[in-house]
């Protein structure tokens, strides 16, 4: 068990107990209901659920390890984790995620009543603790495969709920599981596509469908170390520092993302979205998690901006930058060679969300 300290201001101190548990353990099913009954469905579906990039945290005060909250806002990837999802006897899981498919899968049980079990195989992009969601994304995949598989007795609503008041992650602790932090968003942009905020307690704000025509690199820095980005430094970076810095800026975040980024979201303004992203970069938690991996980053962010790129941004602790400009892969990597980049993916951003087969 490991205790840490979570400081918010000089009289806001507060001590976290990371206890790990089993799966299947303190399931959270407040506010979540069934709209049918569940009754297992023939053959096997097939979930494809796009990865997302977080843009921003609106304020980190507002959630913690097993409370669910805070706001965000990102967008949904052509960039996909996928999941077969059969309803079966017994539950037989091939995953690397197995832990987190076992405690969701109990928590989905204990809410919809089902009493069987699932065969579940899933099938992902590689690249963890870059900023791209990768868990999470998982989870949504094989919670609507499950959904799917029993004749879907839980609405998006009640599945965004599901993960977010039961989503864990693996400790180093064998066969254990910790509550992880979470906003909400990367279910909501999974389902939805295209950029979506949201509020706290998991609230949708808004969802439109973005950058449609435009290119999406993603640029990974050498200064990657995955180690930094999950786990105990993961928590020290997010509760001290970073809600130290939304506590000071939250409401100027809130202000600039109701008044200037959202109406230029339904304008179809990218540029005028970048510069917001931009500013946001050095305001709140965002700075902190940018800062995280030294100021080497706004450096690559800033050169990429004077060289016209339209869009340009760190996703969630990082340390993946995001571009999105109109220009070719060729023609970026002819900005980006001379500061010792390179594309690590070319893909677009996905308006259509998350989709079923059966297969």
């Not at 506010?31 to 990865?51: E, H, L, M, W």
């Not at 005028?272 to 946001?280: F, H, P, S």
């Not at 993946?320 to 980049?341: A, F, H, M, W």
Request: proline share 4%; with cysteine.
């Amino acid at each position: 068990m490991v205790t840490l300290q979570i400081r918010g201001g000089d009289l806001d101190l507060v001590e976290y107990e990371f206890t790990p548990f089993s799966p299947g353990e303190n399931i959270r099913t407040t506010d979540i209901s069934p709209i049918r009954k569940a009754i297992p469905q023939p053959g096997t579906f097939y979930v494809r659920a796009p990865a997302r990039i977080h843009l921003s945290v609106l304020d980190m005060n507002r959630f913690c390890p097993g409370t669910p909250g805070g706001g965000g806002l990102g967008f949904a990837l052509q960039l996909y984790h996928e999941a077969e999802v059969t309803a079966a006897e017994k539950t037989i899981i091939d995953s690397p995620r197995h832990l987190l498919i076992r405690h969701l899968e109990a928590a989905f049980k204990k809410v919809t009543g089902y009493e069987g079990g699932f065969i579940i195989k899933t099938h992902y992009h590689g690249r963890e603790h870059i900023g791209l969601g990768s868990t999470c994304t998982t989870a949504v995949a094989v919670l609507c495969g499950m959904n799917e598989a029993v004749g879907c007795p839980l609405d998006n609503n009640g599945i965004r709920m599901l993960l977010g008041h039961n989503y864990v992650e693996e400790t180093d602790s064998e066969g254990k599981v910790v509550f992880g932090f979470e906003t909400g968003l990367v279910a909501l942009a999974s389902l939805n596509g295209g950029m979506n905020i949201i509020g706290d307690k998991l609230t949708p704000v808004c969802s439109y469908p973005f950058a449609e025509d435009y290119n999406v690199y993603i640029i990974i820095p050498k200064t990657h170390d995955s180690d930094k980005n999950s786990g105990e430094d993961e928590f020290s970076l997010l509760m001290n520092h970073a809600r130290l810095l939304d506590t000071r800026d939250r409401e100027m975040k809130a202000y600039m993302i109701l008044m200037d980024f959202i109406p230029a979201l339904a304008r179809g303004n990218l540029k005028k979205m970048g510069d917001i992203i931009w500013e946001l970069e050095f305001r709140g938690s965002k700075r902190a998690e940018v800062q995280h991996h030294s100021f080497i980053i706004y450096q690559h962010m800033n050169s990429l901006r004077d060289a016209g790129l339209e869009f340009v941004a760190m996703s969630s602790v990082g340390p993946s930058v995001c571009v999105i400009t109109n220009r070719s892969e060729s023609d970026v990597q002819k900005i980006i060679e001379p500061l010792g980049l390179e594309i690590a993916l070319g893909t677009k951003t996905d308006n259509r969300g998350l989709t079923v087969e059966k297969i």
